[in-house]
């Protein structure tokens, strides 16, 4: 029995109809829409709206053919990257100026997401993954990752600008303050501090920094949440890592350790993985 749509838990995943389908081979999404507008998709044989969505065990027809929602197991890449100065963090620039992109590998069937950014005097760890679900559980404010940043300050740091800056400041955005300060070294008018934050606004280690007179002369991120920037990993150069990685990162944004996928199986076909895609 097809499973009336409306009944699904809010938490169930689910996908756009015309996306499911055109990722069945069925049809461009724009060419899918209009054929949902005319009234020729049906979901669990009711004449689907555009812009419904639908869920594991729904049953999705377009002319002859009909398709079960199903989920499939998938492998994803992630990547960590040591970010030189003088890079932008996106797929093009118009000043011509080089990207984060440029020396990614090539990826099959999918596209690298950068998780969170640095701005182009910023050095350090960025994470590049396939994983669009585990990018935007990373970056989304209500998880709380915790990135840590290496940076040299010029100017005199006194146990009193530390306090306040742990304590937080007000910035033009908001208030905003660091979750942990440790000084490491330095001498004369320039010291480090490793300084960890919540959340990833823009240039808000240096605004912080600002608020208290000094200034950050550079910075580097060293750690994203679980992810460490590897101390050999050269400038400019990535390293992937490990499936067991993957669900380290995973788990400590509440996913599943295994991703997965919606996918359209014909009717009649068994929706069970293939053994290639069984762990």
Known sequence: ???????????????????????????????????????????????????????????????????????????????????????????????????VFDRLPATRGARWIAVGRLDINTTGLLLFTTDGELAHALMHPSNRIDREYACRIHGEVTPEMLDRLRQGVTLEDGDARFSDIVASGGSG??????????????????????????????????????????????MGSFKELSAADHQVLREDVGLPVEATTLMLVPVGRSTRPSKRNRR
């Open 189 to 234: 008018e320039n010291h480090w501090f490793h300084v960890t934050l919540m959340e990833g606004r823009n240039r808000e280690v240096r605004r912080l920094w600002a608020s208290q007179g000094v200034t950050v002369s550079r910075l580097k991120r060293v750690r994203y949440g679980a992810a460490f920037l590897p101390k050999r990993l050269r």
């Open 1 to 99: 029995m097809n499973r009336p749509s409306g009944q699904r838990s809010s938490k169930a995943p689910a996908d756009r109809l015309q996306k499911l389908l055109a990722s069945a081979g069925a049809g461009s999404r724009r060419a899918l829409e209009k054929k949902i507008k005319a009234g020729e998709v049906f979901l669990n044989d009711t004449a689907a709206q555009l812009g419904q969505t639908a869920a594991v065990g729904d049953v999705i027809r377009l002319g002859a053919q009909s398709w079960t929602v199903a989920m499939q197991p998938t492998q994803h890449r992630i990547l960590v990257y040591n970010k030189p100065e003088g890079e932008v963090t996106t797929r093009s620039d118009p000043q011509g100026r080089p990207t």
